[in-house]
């Protein structure tokens, strides 16, 4: 018999499964406990469940996290993690500190980038993750174990959670909504829906349904462009939902939430940066009330785009501003480890990043 993903099972349907064992349900909140508060992946040290059940529980279930490979510290306190899945196959997730902007000085909390799929499908044009194409969804224990593989390097709790590495959250919709109820349980790993932010490239049909699902989850749109001609050069996803399609989406969306839309916006020298991008880009961010973050580009080893000069950079914030929209404009963390945005990509085995051995 094959056995079941624990991580992932809600008390109620855990406390069903013992049931056929003749287990009473307060077992099921015991094992949960073990799990997301003590942070045990090891039946046998379950120590307050008679053994003859820990044996059973072993049999039925399995509670592995991804292993952790490598970690990569960068010199801005970001960390990388590579992590191998039971299969084989390799995903990356950043740790990333608390910008003092927001939080303070000495702030420490955490954030954790986390990937949705192995590989993307997109194949947006400045972005490492969809070089080797797609692989394959990540499963709800896969995207909860980043998680907690994650919290347990870090040695503190995951404050914020952004879907920001890896692949495309809302071509995983099912697993997607599944684990960001994992992720915001109490008996979970208790991430408020507030600090948790869903990014898509825009495929604006899984945008109306994430709209369904009742947490109040923050939603960063990857925009990149701000008329079709532009966006669908360098997004050919575009093509597919185009920006009429999409801001309809995101229209709805708004209706629905408090909380302000986020567009990430790169700049990519010579392609979206022109002054009259950054005026067409307002008018559309104001018309949502959403907010921008730029981005200037991150370098990606085989692709040859370039950040526009930090003039055209500032000064494409600047029209932003003017035109009532609120934006920022990020020096990133992580660059220096590949671990910043549109950085994270498939690695052979042999290709692995020097970094931490984690054994
Ligand atoms: N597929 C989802 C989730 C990935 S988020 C999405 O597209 O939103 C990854 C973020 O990094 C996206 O905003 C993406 O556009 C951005 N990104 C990709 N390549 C980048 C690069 N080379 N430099 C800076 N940001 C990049």
């Not at 053994?51 to 072993?58: H, N």
């Not at 590989?119 to 174990?145: M, P, Q, W």
């Amino acid at each position: 018999m094959e056995k079941k993903h624990l991580i992932g099972l809600s008390p109620e349907v855990l406390a069903e499964e013992l049931e056929e064992l003749k287990q009473p349900r307060y077992r099921a909140k015991q094992v949960i406990d073990w799990v997301f508060a003590k942070g045990v992946f090891e039946f046998a040290e379950m120590s307050n469940l008679p053994a003859a059940l820990r044996a059973s529980l072993a049999e039925r279930f399995n509670v592995c996290l991804p292993e952790i490979v490598t970690v990569q510290g960068s010199a801005d306190t970001t960390r990388k993690l590579l992590l191998k899945l039971v299969d084989g196959r390799f995903i990356e997730c950043v740790l990333i500190p608390a910008s003092p902007a927001l939080y303070g000085q000495g702030s420490d909390r955490l954030t954790l980038c986390v990937s949705s799929q192995v590989g993307c499908a997109f194949d947006c044009k400045f972005c490492a993750s969809g070089l080797a194409g797609f692989d394959r969804n990540l499963e709800v224990h896969e995207i909860v174990g980043q998680v907690l593989a994650a919290r347990k390097i870090a040695g503190q709790r995951i404050d914020n959670l952004v879907f920001m590495g890896m692949g495309e959250p809302l071509a995983n919709l099912a697993n997607l909504t599944r684990s960001l109820e994992v992720l915001n349980a109490p008996w979970g790993l208790g991430i408020g829906a507030r600090h948790i932010t869903v990014s898509t490239s825009g495929l604006a049909p899984m945008i109306r349904k994430l709209a369904e699902i009742p947490m109040q989850i923050r939603l960063a749109v990857s925009l990149h462009g701000a008329t079709d001609e532009v966006r669908s050069r360098i997004m050919p996803v575009n093509k597919r939902y185009p920006l009429e399609e999409l801001f309809r989406a995101l229209e709805e969306w708004r209706s629905l939430r408090k909380q302000r839309i986020t567009f990430e916006y790169i700049l990519i020298r010579g392609i979206n940066e022109a002054p009259d991008q950054a005026r067409e880009l307002a008018a559309r961010a104001k018309s949502l009330g959403a907010k921008v973050n730029c981005i200037p580009y991150n370098t990606v080893e085989g692709l040859d785009w370039e950040r526009p000069s930090e003039e055209a950079q500032d000064a494409f914030r600047e029209i932003l501003e003017q035109a009532g929209v609120p934006a920022t404009l990020r020096r990133e963390k992580g660059h220096d480890i590949d671990a910043a945005c549109g950085q994270l990509r498939l690695r052979e085995v042999g290709d692995l990043p020097v970094g931490k051995k984690i054994s």
